[in-house]
Structures are given as structure tokens and as C-alpha cells.
């Protein structure tokens, strides 16, 4: 699939690794629905990229009546969907035990409710909207991208709850490309390392510093537009399928 070929969801597309990948598929040709919280951030978005190329709609990706509905809308609109890829999500850290006690149940629950549950159901839901596509001549009738972290394989302490989330992503890829298979729609995920988003804006230049030389090479922070390159070349080659591909610079973190 070209990305100029591109009628795409992209849930958290008002910034980070999102925002990246709405804007290349724009640059591309493509056109782009961001299913994002941040109305402002999304509206502005959508002005500054033109509003026949991108649609914004305030999102929830958990709720299962609200994805629903947008996805209509995104059809209605644009004729069809064949991409999605799944950036939204929080990282709220947190220790199991602390001098506060254990870890409120409810922010381990909303953690994974965002990260797993909202990232699973966006691929249902836009699975059922590709699997009526008209097969390209590879037989393709869709691609959807997730996004894992190296959390996923080598948690910090405090990441329990984001650990757990994105590696129940990461499970989720290869039995949802086998199942997806026959409808042609192919399955990705990417796991990122430290990447340079809003997460990390806030830090003094220290320690930004200190975690850009934790990278083995290149030996400074991940930018979201080599992710919304990675996303291209998932689009583009139809035998990537099932797998998760690190994009972290070699990096192994350390348990803190």
C-alpha cells in the first residue's frame, strides 16, 4: 500500500509519534482522521493540514460506542478506511509498593484501559470497516499499526502497569494477523525506544541529556518522524506482517 493510497485513523494524531505520522501521510497524498482527546491540538492540526485531507474527532479509543460512531464518520467522509495505526496512550508510573502503600487498583486499570483495551478496540473496529475494501493486486485490503514500547521487554521500575499494557500489545499482533489474514489485512507493530515527544518536553536539558547517552547509536533521543517513516515502510512492503520491530537505537534499559 502507498501512502498516497491512504485513508487513515491515527488515534492519538494531535502530537508525539501521531501528529509524525498525520503529517507524512498528508505530505504523501493521503488523508488522515486523528482520533485524539486534545480538541485543540487536533482542530489546529486539521486547519493547518486542510480539512479535505484530515478530520479530526474527539476520541476516546476505549469506548467502544464513541470509536464506533467515528469510524462511520470517517467512512461517510472519505469513502473508505485501509490504515490504522494506534499511537495514543499514557504512562503514568507508578510503584506497586510505596511509602504510600500499594498502587491504587484504578490507575493500573486506566493505564491498561487506554493502552490495550483502547488499541484493541480500534483494530476491531476498523478491521470490520476494511474488510469490505476492494483488494489491491497483492490481495491487501487494509494495514493497522500498533505501538508497543521496549517497556514491554524490559519494563523499568514504576512501569508495571505501562509494562503490562504494552506487552499485552505485543501480544496481540501475531494471533490478530493470522485471524486477519484471510480478510487481507495485515498487522504491525512497532515498539519504540526514547523518542523526543511531548512526554519528554518538560525535563531539564540534563536530563534529557542523560537519556539520549543511554542510546547506543545514534546517541541521542528518537525523533517521531522515524517512526512515521517506519509506519511508511510497513505500508509499503506486504511482507511485513505479525512482527514487532524495535525502533531504539540498540538501547537495553536499565531496571531505574
Known amino acids: 500500500m502507498e501512502m498516497k493510497e491512504t485513508v487513515a485513523i491515527v488515534t492519538g494524531g494531535a502530537s508525539g509519534l501521531g501528529e509524525a505520522t498525520v503529517r507524512r501521510i498528508v505530505a504523501a497524498g493521503g488523508k488522515a482522521a486523528i482520533f485524539d482527546m486534545n480538541e485543540e491540538r487536533g482542530q489546529a492540526l486539521a486547519e493547518e493540514l486542510g480539512n ?69 478496540n480500534v483494530i476491531r473496529l476498523a478491521a470490520a470497516a476494511m474488510q469490505d475494501n476492494e483488494p489491491n493486486e497483492e490481495g ?21 502497569a505501562y509494562s503490562a499494557s504494552k506487552g499485552g500489545v505485543v501480544g496481540l499482533t501475531l494471533p490478530i494477523a493470522r485471524e486477519l489474514a484471510s480478510s487481507g489485512i495485515r498487522v504491525m507493530t ?21 537519556l539520549a547517552s543511554m542510546v547506543p547509536f545514534p546517541p541521542r533521543l528518537g525523533r517521531p518522524e522515524e517512526y512515521a517513516k517506519l509506519v511508511e515502510s510497513i505500508f509499503t512492503n506486504p511482507m511485513l506482517n505479525g512482527e514487532v520491530i524495535r525502533l531504539d537505537g540498540a538501547i537495553r534499559m536499565q531496571p531505574k
Open 140 to 160: 491487501e485490503r487494509g494495514v493497522i499499526v500498533n505501538t508497543a514500547s521496549v517497556a514491554a521487554y524490559e519494563g523499568q521500575i514504576g512501569q508495571a
Open 52 to 120: 479535505d485531507r484530515v478530520l479530526f474527532l474527539k476520541t476516546d479509543v476505549a469506548n467502544s460506542g464513541e470509536v464506533d460512531v467515528n469510524v462511520a464518520n470517517v467512512k461517510e467522509t472519505f469513502g473508505k478506511i485501509n490504515a490504522a495505526i494506534n499511537c495514543a496512550g499514557i504512562a503514568t508510573p507508578g510503584k506497586v509498593l510505596s511509602k504510600r502503600g500499594p498502587l491504587d487498583l484504578s490507575q493500573f486499570e486506566q493505564v491498561i484501559r487506554v493502552n490495550l483495551t483502547g488499541t484493541f
Open 190 to 210: 512497532i515498539a519504540p525506544g526514547l523518542v523526543e515527544t511531548p512526554l519528554f518536553a518538560g525535563l531539564p536539558e540534563a536530563a534529557r541529556e542523560s
